[in-house]
């Protein structure tokens, strides 16, 4: 395998800088890499070679004539398919908008352009961004590199594949309870939730608009601080854009990277452990625990009673915006249109016939059963029982971590509870598959940023376990200092990446 294909983006810059490659060649080799290996992974769902190429033409022009648009200009991307791109379809996943092409860009993706990253193609995602294990594709699921007989998380389970099969070196994910960092930590890739706000949700398909937020996945936190640098920042058209500077994320990378945390805080949370995590996940979160002990960190145990209500909150709230934000697909203005035969006595299908007939054939059982549940959260005689109780528990959740937050500078737990499960294991059980998010969600409900890096290959089953730092509102800079100081003690440990042991895919076929 070419160099090149495992090399992280920060490298592949220097590479390019140096004149020892063009990002045409660069381009060409990953869209080659995913023609070989991706019939196996199924991490895209549309590849768009004749456009990246244009791009990457577009940007070594640039570059030969000293202009580079961004410090990442050249370097090849994937983009989750809930991000509208123009020309390109965006599916979403779903029956529902197959065909679908937006006449424009969402911001992220229009930063991408501005910056000069070639766009692979869009990748592969539980419907609607519904799901844990991106098995809830109507276009099949994604498999994990590690082992194809695995999940690769979800929702965002195609950008983390792709970069974990080397099919990408970044990509982009949206997390709404946690589909950036738990695919992260299922593949052995960097995934991270900007605080909400921070990254501009204009042109996102929204399933839950208080809660989604994209961000970027990669091989390395320093990669993902140059990737967060570029899509960051306000953006007029999100109602929802914090009017602040996306700061200096790189700044904070590098200098965590040097291995010195003296005088930092670090707050192991209490409720996310113990019961319920598998024990491989709970030694390499403590040997990570550790190494930042030994750079001088001060660790400290804090409780936050709610987070044991979040996932309960989080299926109240996040169905009932779902069902909200999905009446749009009513089969009249766009998307799929199914419409019944004629009855026997020759009367034609009416509005609601074909509406109904359109969302029995566009969406897929899991999407049924939140637009169900939230529907029912929202209908007259339970709002406050159920979706008004939920808002009050979230209200204490965010009050937890603002009392954990006066005790320590960032917050830690494992990502998720284990590592990655077998395909079909949990299709059958909704409850046992929303319980891969327990960790992750809390932090989506108060809106703070939280990183997820690897921690290394669990005993039980040698697959990849993740490390969650998660930082106040704002503190974007500390996941980076934070990740970047562990992750270089984790790699002088292991003697380099942890993706430097995952299998390779060569020779792998449909």
Not at 262 to 275: F, P, Q, T, W
């Amino acid at each position: 395998m070419t160099d090149y294909l495992l090399s992280s983006a920060t490298e592949l810059v220097a590479a390019l800088e140096a004149g020892e490659t063009t990002s045409v060649e660069l381009t060409t080799l990953f869209l080659d890499r995913i023609a070989a290996v991706d019939g196996a992974v199924n991490a895209f769902l549309h590849v768009d070679r004749e456009g990246a190429l244009a791009q990457a033409t577009a940007s070594d022009e640039r570059r030969a004539a000293g202009n580079p648009a961004s410090a990442l200009d050249g370097v090849p991307i994937a983009v989750k398919d809930v991000l509208a791109t123009e020309g390109l379809p965006t599916t979403c996943g779903s029956k529902m908008l197959e065909g679908w092409i937006p006449p424009y860009d969402a911001t992220v993706v229009a930063r991408l352009k501005q910056a000069g990253l070639p766009i692979l193609g869009k990748t592969n995602m539980d419907e609607f961004a519904m799901g844990s294990s991106t098995e809830h594709s109507a276009y099949g699921p994604t498999h994990n590199p590690w082992d194809l007989d695995r999940i690769p998380g979800g929702s965002g389970g195609g950008s983390a594949a792709a970069v974990a099969a080397f099919e990408a070196p970044l990509a982009i994910g949206t997390d709404t309870g946690g589909s950036i960092r738990q695919p992260g930590a299922v593949t052995g890739t960097v995934g991270v939730k900007p605080t909400y706000g921070g990254v501009s949700r204009y042109g996102l398909v929204a399933m839950a608009n208080s809660l989604d937020q994209a961000g970027p996945v990669s091989r390395t936190v320093l990669d993902s601080a140059l990737l967060h640098e570029v899509i960051g920042g306000h953006d007029p058209h999100d109602s929802t854009s914090i009017d602040q500077p996306v700061g200096a994320l790189v700044e904070a990378a590098r200098q965590g990277a040097g291995g010195d945390l003296s005088g930092l805080r670090v707050g192991v949370i209490k409720e996310l452990g113990g019961d319920g995590y598998q024990p491989g996940v709970l030694a390499r979160f403590q040997e990570s625990l550790d190494l930042l002990v030994a750079a001088g960190a001060e660790v400290v145990e804090v409780s936050c009673p709610s987070f044991v209500h979040a996932l309960a909150a989080y299926y109240l709230i996040m169905p009932s915006e779902a069902s909200s934000n999905l009446a749009k697909f009513d089969a009249m203005r766009y998307g799929l249109r199914v419409v019944p035969e004629a009855a026997e006595n020759g009367t034609q299908p009416s509005a609601e016939d074909v509406m109904r007939a359109s969302r029995d054939a566009g969406f897929g059982d899991e999407v049924k059963r939140r637009i169900i549940l939230g529907t029912y959260a929202l209908s007259s005689g339970y709002y406050d029982a159920y979706y008004g109780q939920a808002q009050k528990v979230r209200t204490l959740i965010s009050r937890d971590f603002d009392a954990a937050f006066e005790k320590a500078d960032v917050l830690v737990s494992p990502t998720a509870p284990t590592t990655a499960f077998k395909l079909g294991e949990k299709l059958d059980d909704p409850v046992a598959m929303y319980l891969n998010d327990l960790a992750t969600i809390p932090a989506n409900l108060a809106g703070v940023p939280g990183i997820s890096l690897p921690s290394g290959l669990a005993d039980e089953d040698g697959l990849p376990a993740g490390f969650q730092v998660l930082a106040p509102a704002l503190a974007d800079d500390r996941l980076y200092r934070v990740g970047a100081a562990l992750e270089t003690l984790l790699e002088k440990k292991w003697g380099g990446p942890l993706l430097a042991q995952a299998p390779t895919l060569d020779g792998a076929s449909a």
